[in-house]
């Protein structure tokens, strides 16, 4: 079945699973908050179409498995929220493409993730890595022990540069934070011995401190002042970027990176939210930031 989709979106990726349905369960609450219609996607993986033993049988078993798992995710969407406008498209086709076709015009796109394994870089699903690094809107991926009781209620955590790569980032959490009625914590990692500062004398390491807590405040409060009715507190960790958000994210409600990729190439994750994704301890919502300007890495690396 192919439908419309309506734009702006949200946008959930469903497969029957625990995961699919964390993933529903938290992208129904968001785009109730935010007063938006629902789009369920359903992607099944085609089968031959050669001269194959059992063909017709094996379609017909795939048809079925499709429709058991879509009226299963519309059901739990009509039990937890009766009146929220849903869409459902279902497509024989890797669920990559059809997110990611679905995802352009979207508000978000929302995913599960399965853990295949004890290494780090298995846990976050290969649909989600795709979705998350391809995708031209923001891309949230839940676990479903993310959903257990009296998890989620936290704040909404963003997590920032002073680089100007966290504009998109700041503007999602504030408006995230503003719709779901919560505090917005704004963070921003800094290394405990930073060679830039600690190069200079006392008087010059604090000045330089000085200058980054001045830049970092100005840059919260001009997207502040566009949301007068959020509370927002922002602070400084001393710790690596990964290390801090992960930290972080065990009290929060909801963790938003934002993300530009590296070496020019902005359809990918950076590291740090690649690796953020893979070990949060709550919802993570990335959102996606300007390319880098050409040459910018080269000039970066030549600075240091």
């Not at 629902?38 to 017909?60: K, N, Q, T, W």
């Not at 958000?245 to 909801?254: D, F, K, P, Q």
Request: a neutral charge; charged letters at 25%; hydrophobic letters at 40%.
């Amino acid at each position: 079945m192919t439908a419309a989709v309506p734009p702006g979106s949200v946008v959930v990726g469903v497969d029957g699973s625990a995961h699919g349905d964390a993933a529903l369960t938290w992208a129904v609450e968001h785009a109730t908050a935010r007063r938006l219609p629902l789009v369920v996607v359903h992607g099944s993986a085609p089968l031959g179409l050669g001269r194959i033993p059992f063909a017709d049988e094996g379609r017909l078993m795939l048809r079925e498995s499709t429709q058991r798992v879509v009226d299963h995710a519309v059901e739990l969407v009509h039990r937890q929220a009766p009146g929220l406008p849903v869409t459902v498209l279902r497509r024989y086709e890797d669920p990559r493409l059809t997110l990611l076709e679905t995802a352009e015009g979207a508000a978000m796109v929302v995913l599960g993730t399965r853990g295949l394994g004890r290494l780090r870089s298995l846990l976050l699903g290969s649909v989600s890595h795709a979705v998350a690094s391809h995708a031209p809107c923001p891309v949230t991926v839940v676990r479903p022990a993310e959903l257990r009781a009296g998890r989620g209620r936290g704040n909404v955590v963003v997590g920032v540069e002073l680089d100007g790569s966290s504009e998109s980032a700041l503007e999602e959490a504030f408006a995230i934070a503003e719709d779901t009625g919560r505090s917005l914590d704004v963070v921003h990692a800094r290394p405990a011995h930073d060679p830039v500062s600690d190069s200079g004398t006392y008087v010059q390491r604090l000045d330089a401190l000085d200058r980054h807590e001045r830049a970092f405040a100005e840059t919260v409060l001009r997207h502040a002042e566009k949301h007068p009715d959020v509370t927002v507190v922002h602070r400084t960790v001393e710790s690596s970027p990964v290390a801090g958000l992960v930290e972080v994210s065990r009290t929060a409600g909801h963790l938003v990176l934002g993300s530009r990729g590296r070496h020019g190439v902005p359809a990918l994750l950076g590291s740090v939210s690649r690796s953020v994704l893979e070990r949060a301890h709550c919802p993570v919502t990335v959102v996606r930031g300007p390319a880098p300007e050409p040459g910018s890495h080269e000039r970066e690396e030549a600075s240091r």
